[in-house]
Protein backbone atom coordinates (compact mmCIF):
# COMPACT_ATOMS: atom_id res chain seq x y z
CA UNK A 1 0.00 0.00 0.00
CA UNK A 2 1.42 3.59 -0.84
CA UNK A 3 2.19 6.09 2.19
CA UNK A 4 0.95 9.05 -0.17
CA UNK A 5 -1.82 10.83 0.88
CA UNK A 6 -4.68 10.47 -1.75
CA UNK A 7 -5.34 13.67 -4.09
CA UNK A 8 -8.45 15.47 -2.91
CA UNK A 9 -10.66 15.26 -5.80
CA UNK A 10 -13.52 17.17 -5.02
CA UNK A 11 -13.62 21.04 -3.90
CA UNK A 12 -11.29 22.18 -1.31
CA UNK A 13 -12.67 22.29 2.16
CA UNK A 14 -9.80 24.07 3.72
CA UNK A 15 -6.39 25.45 2.68
CA UNK A 16 -4.82 22.04 4.19
CA UNK A 17 -6.58 20.17 1.52
CA UNK A 18 -4.96 22.49 -1.31
CA UNK A 19 -1.44 22.47 0.33
CA UNK A 20 -1.59 18.58 0.19
CA UNK A 21 -3.05 18.00 -3.00
CA UNK A 22 -0.27 20.29 -4.49
CA UNK A 23 2.17 18.32 -2.24
CA UNK A 24 1.07 14.81 -3.80
CA UNK A 25 1.30 16.06 -7.24
CA UNK A 26 4.63 17.32 -6.74
CA UNK A 27 6.28 14.48 -5.12
CA UNK A 28 5.05 12.32 -8.01
CA UNK A 29 6.69 14.59 -10.30
CA UNK A 30 10.18 14.24 -7.64
CA UNK A 31 9.77 10.46 -7.59
CA UNK A 32 9.81 10.08 -11.65
CA UNK A 33 12.86 12.57 -12.02
CA UNK A 34 14.88 11.00 -8.96
CA UNK A 35 13.62 7.22 -8.22
CA UNK A 36 13.78 6.00 -4.86
CA UNK A 37 16.77 3.92 -5.86
CA UNK A 38 18.92 6.93 -6.55
CA UNK A 39 17.79 8.50 -3.03
CA UNK A 40 18.84 5.32 -1.41
CA UNK A 41 22.46 5.41 -3.30
CA UNK A 42 22.44 8.93 -2.09
CA UNK A 43 22.23 8.15 1.49
CA UNK A 44 25.17 6.18 1.54
CA UNK A 45 27.09 9.43 1.06
CA UNK A 46 24.82 11.65 3.40
CA UNK A 47 26.98 13.90 5.99
CA UNK A 48 26.13 12.86 9.29
CA UNK A 49 23.58 13.83 11.14
CA UNK A 50 24.19 16.84 13.77
CA UNK A 51 22.37 16.66 16.87
CA UNK A 52 18.88 18.44 16.30
CA UNK A 53 17.80 17.71 19.97
CA UNK A 54 21.15 18.63 21.61
CA UNK A 55 21.02 21.71 20.11
CA UNK A 56 17.54 23.04 21.71
CA UNK A 57 18.60 21.44 24.97
CA UNK A 58 21.55 23.95 25.31
CA UNK A 59 18.85 27.01 26.52
CA UNK A 60 16.30 29.10 25.01
CA UNK A 61 16.39 30.21 21.27
CA UNK A 62 15.65 30.32 17.72
CA UNK A 63 15.07 27.67 15.17
CA UNK A 64 15.52 30.33 12.58
CA UNK A 65 13.68 29.94 8.95
CA UNK A 66 14.13 30.17 5.52
CA UNK A 67 12.14 30.49 2.72
CA UNK A 68 11.31 32.29 -0.47
CA UNK A 69 7.50 33.13 0.39
CA UNK A 70 4.33 32.17 2.46
CA UNK A 71 1.17 31.31 1.74
CA UNK A 72 -0.22 33.63 4.70
CA UNK A 73 1.70 36.86 3.59
CA UNK A 74 3.26 36.19 -0.08
CA UNK A 75 7.23 37.16 -0.72
CA UNK A 76 9.70 37.42 1.78
CA UNK A 77 12.49 40.22 1.44
CA UNK A 78 15.17 38.80 -0.91
CA UNK A 79 17.75 40.13 0.61
CA UNK A 80 17.18 38.60 3.76
CA UNK A 81 16.77 35.93 2.39
CA UNK A 82 20.35 35.77 0.89
CA UNK A 83 21.93 36.90 4.43
CA UNK A 84 19.95 34.56 6.41
CA UNK A 85 22.25 31.62 6.55
CA UNK A 86 25.38 34.08 7.57
CA UNK A 87 23.30 35.85 9.91
CA UNK A 88 21.62 32.20 11.68
CA UNK A 89 25.30 30.92 11.66
CA UNK A 90 26.92 33.72 13.48
CA UNK A 91 23.72 34.14 16.21
CA UNK A 92 24.17 32.74 19.71
CA UNK A 93 20.45 32.92 20.05
CA UNK A 94 20.09 30.41 16.74
CA UNK A 95 19.78 26.87 17.83
CA UNK A 96 18.90 25.23 14.45
CA UNK A 97 17.46 26.47 11.04
CA UNK A 98 14.62 25.53 9.81
CA UNK A 99 14.21 25.32 5.39
CA UNK A 100 11.15 25.37 4.01
CA UNK A 101 11.22 22.30 0.91
CA UNK A 102 7.58 22.66 -0.30
CA UNK A 103 8.63 24.35 -3.59
CA UNK A 104 4.89 25.02 -5.25
CA UNK A 105 3.98 27.12 -1.54
CA UNK A 106 7.14 28.40 -0.38
CA UNK A 107 9.24 28.74 -3.29
CA UNK A 108 12.36 26.58 -2.35
CA UNK A 109 13.21 22.64 -2.78
CA UNK A 110 15.11 20.07 -0.93
CA UNK A 111 18.58 21.16 -3.00
CA UNK A 112 18.22 24.38 -1.35
CA UNK A 113 18.96 22.87 1.94
CA UNK A 114 21.70 20.69 0.98
CA UNK A 115 23.45 24.28 -0.11
CA UNK A 116 22.64 25.86 2.88
CA UNK A 117 23.04 23.08 5.17
CA UNK A 118 26.68 23.46 3.76
CA UNK A 119 27.63 26.93 4.97
CA UNK A 120 26.44 26.51 8.25
CA UNK A 121 27.43 24.02 11.33
CA UNK A 122 24.51 24.07 13.18
CA UNK A 123 21.37 21.39 12.67
CA UNK A 124 18.67 21.77 9.98
CA UNK A 125 15.14 20.98 9.98
CA UNK A 126 13.43 19.73 6.57
CA UNK A 127 10.40 21.56 7.06
CA UNK A 128 7.41 19.94 4.97
CA UNK A 129 4.13 18.05 4.67
CA UNK A 130 5.67 14.87 5.20
CA UNK A 131 3.41 11.99 3.58
CA UNK A 132 5.64 9.49 2.46
CA UNK A 133 8.88 7.08 3.36
CA UNK A 134 10.08 8.89 0.54
CA UNK A 135 10.47 12.00 1.43
CA UNK A 136 11.91 11.02 5.32
CA UNK A 137 14.70 9.08 3.09
CA UNK A 138 15.30 12.34 0.79
CA UNK A 139 15.78 14.75 3.75
CA UNK A 140 18.17 12.69 5.13
CA UNK A 141 20.27 11.46 1.75
CA UNK A 142 20.42 15.53 1.06
CA UNK A 143 21.60 16.35 4.58
CA UNK A 144 18.59 17.08 6.67
CA UNK A 145 19.52 16.78 10.46
CA UNK A 146 15.25 16.46 11.50
CA UNK A 147 12.07 16.34 9.77
CA UNK A 148 8.19 17.82 10.90
CA UNK A 149 5.53 15.45 11.25
CA UNK A 150 2.32 17.20 11.39
CA UNK A 151 -0.49 15.58 13.40
CA UNK A 152 -3.04 17.33 11.49
CA UNK A 153 -1.77 15.77 8.03
CA UNK A 154 -0.89 12.10 9.60
CA UNK A 155 -2.63 9.85 11.56
CA UNK A 156 -1.23 8.08 14.82
CA UNK A 157 0.16 5.01 13.02
CA UNK A 158 2.01 7.23 10.66
CA UNK A 159 3.23 9.25 13.27
CA UNK A 160 4.82 6.28 14.79
CA UNK A 161 5.59 4.50 11.55
CA UNK A 162 7.27 7.72 10.50
CA UNK A 163 9.48 8.36 13.87
CA UNK A 164 10.55 4.92 13.64
CA UNK A 165 12.22 5.38 10.29
CA UNK A 166 13.67 8.82 10.64
CA UNK A 167 15.07 7.88 13.99
CA UNK A 168 16.60 4.66 11.99
CA UNK A 169 18.06 7.18 9.69
CA UNK A 170 19.42 9.27 12.37
CA UNK A 171 16.89 12.05 11.60
CA UNK A 172 15.35 14.01 15.10
CA UNK A 173 11.44 14.67 14.86
CA UNK A 174 9.90 17.32 15.67
CA UNK A 175 6.38 16.80 15.71
CA UNK A 176 3.28 19.31 15.40
CA UNK A 177 0.02 20.10 16.69
CA UNK A 178 -2.52 22.85 16.79
CA UNK A 179 -5.47 21.36 18.96
CA UNK A 180 -5.54 19.15 22.07
CA UNK A 181 -6.50 16.37 19.80
CA UNK A 182 -3.86 15.95 18.21
CA UNK A 183 -1.89 15.73 21.04
CA UNK A 184 -2.90 12.30 21.92
CA UNK A 185 -1.92 10.90 18.60
CA UNK A 186 1.70 11.65 18.97
CA UNK A 187 3.84 8.71 19.86
CA UNK A 188 4.57 8.31 23.63
CA UNK A 189 8.28 9.01 23.47
CA UNK A 190 8.05 11.57 21.51
CA UNK A 191 11.17 14.08 22.34
CA UNK A 192 10.10 17.36 20.47
CA UNK A 193 6.55 18.89 20.37
CA UNK A 194 5.53 22.13 18.66
CA UNK A 195 2.49 23.95 18.64
CA UNK A 196 1.85 25.72 15.51
CA UNK A 197 -0.74 29.11 16.01
CA UNK A 198 -1.53 28.70 12.31
CA UNK A 199 -4.59 27.82 11.34
CA UNK A 200 -3.91 25.70 8.60
CA UNK A 201 -7.63 24.26 8.49
CA UNK A 202 -9.50 26.72 7.85
CA UNK A 203 -10.71 28.51 4.11
CA UNK A 204 -9.28 32.07 4.84
CA UNK A 205 -6.15 34.24 6.17
CA UNK A 206 -4.05 32.99 3.38
CA UNK A 207 -3.75 36.09 1.54
CA UNK A 208 -0.13 35.73 0.40
CA UNK A 209 -1.75 32.53 -1.48
CA UNK A 210 -2.61 35.46 -4.27
CA UNK A 211 -0.75 38.48 -3.19
CA UNK A 212 1.65 40.00 -0.72
CA UNK A 213 0.08 41.33 2.42
CA UNK A 214 1.90 43.60 5.34
CA UNK A 215 -0.15 40.95 8.51
CA UNK A 216 -0.96 37.70 8.73
CA UNK A 217 -4.50 37.03 9.61
CA UNK A 218 -3.70 33.15 9.76
CA UNK A 219 -2.87 33.07 13.42
CA UNK A 220 -4.64 31.90 16.86
CA UNK A 221 -2.31 32.90 19.39
CA UNK A 222 -4.47 30.59 22.21
CA UNK A 223 -3.00 27.80 20.34
CA UNK A 224 -0.06 28.40 22.94
CA UNK A 225 -2.41 27.53 25.59
CA UNK A 226 -1.75 24.22 25.25
CA UNK A 227 1.97 24.65 26.14
CA UNK A 228 1.13 22.94 29.20
CA UNK A 229 -0.81 20.07 28.10
CA UNK A 230 2.31 18.62 26.04
CA UNK A 231 4.49 15.85 26.61
CA UNK A 232 6.30 16.72 30.27
CA UNK A 233 9.35 14.91 29.22
CA UNK A 234 9.82 16.87 25.48
CA UNK A 235 10.95 19.88 24.57
CA UNK A 236 8.43 22.33 23.79
CA UNK A 237 8.66 24.64 20.57
CA UNK A 238 6.12 27.25 19.68
CA UNK A 239 5.82 27.81 16.14
CA UNK A 240 4.37 30.70 13.81
CA UNK A 241 3.87 33.91 14.85
CA UNK A 242 6.22 35.13 17.05
CA UNK A 243 7.91 38.26 16.89
CA UNK A 244 9.96 40.47 19.21
CA UNK A 245 7.44 42.08 20.06
CA UNK A 246 5.57 39.32 21.87
CA UNK A 247 8.23 36.73 22.22
CA UNK A 248 6.58 36.94 26.05
CA UNK A 249 4.17 34.62 24.96
CA UNK A 250 6.71 31.26 24.47
CA UNK A 251 9.56 32.80 27.06
CA UNK A 252 8.31 31.01 29.93
CA UNK A 253 6.68 27.98 28.64
CA UNK A 254 8.66 27.07 25.78
CA UNK A 255 12.23 25.55 25.57
CA UNK A 256 12.40 27.67 21.65
CA UNK A 257 10.60 29.53 18.84
CA UNK A 258 10.32 28.71 15.28
CA UNK A 259 10.87 31.95 13.64
CA UNK A 260 10.54 32.60 10.03
CA UNK A 261 8.14 35.61 8.70
CA UNK A 262 9.43 38.32 11.40
CA UNK A 263 13.21 37.92 10.38
CA UNK A 264 12.73 37.06 6.55
CA UNK A 265 11.04 40.66 6.13
CA UNK A 266 12.30 42.88 8.48
CA UNK A 267 13.39 46.08 6.62
CA UNK A 268 16.19 47.09 8.62
CA UNK A 269 17.92 43.27 7.85
CA UNK A 270 18.27 39.99 9.56
CA UNK A 271 21.02 40.60 11.47
CA UNK A 272 19.09 43.69 12.78
CA UNK A 273 16.04 41.55 13.72
CA UNK A 274 17.76 39.08 15.68
CA UNK A 275 19.45 42.20 17.51
CA UNK A 276 15.53 42.53 18.32
CA UNK A 277 14.97 38.85 19.62
CA UNK A 278 18.11 39.32 21.90
CA UNK A 279 17.16 42.56 23.35
CA UNK A 280 13.71 41.18 23.99
CA UNK A 281 14.79 37.92 25.52
CA UNK A 282 17.05 40.16 27.85
CA UNK A 283 14.29 42.51 28.76
CA UNK A 284 12.28 38.85 29.60
CA UNK A 285 14.80 36.90 31.99
Given at each position: ?????????????????????????????????????????RL???????????????????????????????????????????????????????????????????A????????V???????????????????R??????????????????L?????????????????????????????????????????????????????????????????D????????A???????????????????????????????????????????????????
Amino acid sequence: MSSVLPVVQSSFVTFLDQILADVAHELSSTKAARPAADIRARLADAPPPRDFAAALATGFGLIAEIKERSPSVGPMRAQNVIDAPAAYEESSLVRCLSILTNAHHFGMDIARLAAIRAQVTKPVLRKDFIVDEYQIREARAFGADAILLMANVLDAPRLAGFYDLARELGLAVLFEVHVEEEIALLPADAAIVGINSRKFKSTSGFVGATGNSASDFSLAFDAFDLADKLPANALHVAESGISPDNLALARDRFDAVLVGTSLLRDENGIRACLGKFEEALRRSA
